[in-house]
């Protein structure tokens, strides 16, 4: 019986940090979205045709990125580690990660064709911005907050 609750809890616990890592994703989502637009100042209308098209070449440049790092660690445990890797299974590796950035690279010139087509390219080039100073902003914020120890 005992067990049984000690697992149980076990499961709790985790289940409980999952969706609190999910709802912390979400609560970023949110903040950009809303930094995003105020930054680039979308109208309604543009917003509607705006974030389906952003939203779908930033979750493709994203899962390439996902993809790429799983990779990457794959072929490490598979060797054994960084240093243990023959130079072919390197070179392997590097390839490997030039041809996904070189896919990332063609995704974010479909993206900025494609919003050309639905915003100014003075508020593509705000968008880029925005984007650096969000990033910025959230490595900043996660950095106050590990220094104050949350």
């Known amino acids: 019986m005992k067990k049984l609750l000690y697992i149980s809890l076990i499961l709790l616990i985790a289940t409980n940090s999952v969706v609190g890592q999910k709802k912390n994703r979400q609560n970023i989502k949110l903040l950009k979205t809303a930094f995003i637009t105020n930054a680039i100042t979308l109208k309604p209308v543009e917003a509607e045709k705006f974030w389906p098209v952003y939203n779908q070449y930033t979750n493709k440049i994203q899962q390439l990125k996902v993809d790429l790092e799983n990779s990457k660690t794959q072929e490490f ?53 925005a984007e650096r100073d969000f990033n910025k902003r959230m490595l900043q914020e996660y950095g106050r907050r590990k220094r104050m120890g949350q």
């Open 77 to 129: 445990k598979n060797s054994g580690g960084i240093d243990s890797l023959s130079e072919s299974d390197a070179q392997k590796v590097l390839d490997q990660y030039l041809l996904y950035e070189k896919e990332v690279y063609e995704t974010k010139i479909s993206m900025i064709k494609d919003l050309s087509t639905i915003i100014s390219a003075h508020q593509i080039i705000k968008l880029q911005k």
